[in-house]
T-cell receptor
Framework: ETGVTQSPTHLIKTRGQQVTLRCSSQSGHNTVSWYQQALGQGPQFIFQYYREEENGRGNFPPRFSGLQFPNYSSELNVNALELDDSALYLC????????????FGSGTRLTVV | GDSVTQMEGPVTLSEEAFLTINCTYT??????LFWYVQYPGEGLQLLLKATKADDKGSNKGFEATYRKETTSFHLEKGSVQVSDSAVYFCALSVLRNTGNQFYFGTGTSLTVIP
């Protein structure tokens, strides 16, 4: 079975721009969550999607939004980028919202200049 | 609010030494607790988990027991190897009215020297 794949691996954007990050879930997984990991910090929970609906959200502003598609792949969109948005963005998938079964991708490194 | 606090690193140990990485949590209700490991250049991997009080999670020689009375989930290994060098994250998940919530600690870097 394939794992979780994220694209792109690296990205540089300018402050004020918008960005879309993509994630393909592991085969058989219908739940996806996104995290922001600043350098030297632990991952911060952004939100979770289960069967195309948001199922939990962390303390992030509305300019962080997401989508989950019928094939359970997912997007994270960030509008009006700020310098502090520079981080590693991680996607994780699991089956049926099972928090203990999460498989993580290797992440997208976003740099905002 | 809900949170996880883990021992700050970095931690440097000699091979075959005993490892403890402390983790305490704050959460109402019945959180599930996890340890994740991140090897250099790789993504996060689930190391072990415990879903209720007094459960012991174990994997690859690592153990952690869910202690509700002390709100702790300390990670231990009796004899570390060089290959255990990595960053270890304690985490919890809890179901709230707004859905699932996840919290990670800041991570503890472990270096094992031969």
């Amino acid at each position: 079975e394939t794992g979780v794949t994220q694209s792109p691996t690296h990205l540089i954007k300018t402050r004020g721009q918008q960005v879309t990050l993509r994630c393909s879930s592991q085969s058989g997984h219908n739940t996806v969550s996104w995290y922001q990991q600043a350098l030297g910090q632990g991952p911060q929970f952004i939100f979770q999607y289960y069967r195309e609906e948001e199922n939990g959200r962390g303390n992030f502003p509305p300019r962080f939004s997401g989508l989950q598609f019928p094939n359970y792949s997912s997007e994270l969109n960030v509008n009006a980028l700020e310098l502090d948005d520079s981080a590693l963005y991680l996607c994780a998938s699991s089956r049926d919202r099972a928090s203990y079964g999460y498989t993580f991708g290797s992440g997208t490194r976003l740099t905002v200049v | 609010g809900d949170s996880v606090t883990q021992m700050e690193g970095p931690v440097t140990l000699s091979e075959e030494a005993f490892l403890t990485i402390n983790c305490t949590y704050t959460a109402t209700g019945y959180p599930s607790l996890f340890w994740y490991v991140q090897y250099p250049g790789e993504g996060l991997q689930l190391l072990l988990k415990a879903t209720k009080a007094d459960d012991k999670g174990s994997n690859k020689g690592f153990e952690a027991t869910y202690r509700k009375e002390t709100t702790s989930f300390h990670l231990e290994k009796g004899s570390v190897q060089v290959s255990d060098s990595a960053v270890y994250f304690c985490a919890l998940s809890v179901l709230r009215n707004t859905g699932n919530q996840f919290y990670f600690g800041t991570g503890t870097s472990l270096t094992v020297i031969p």
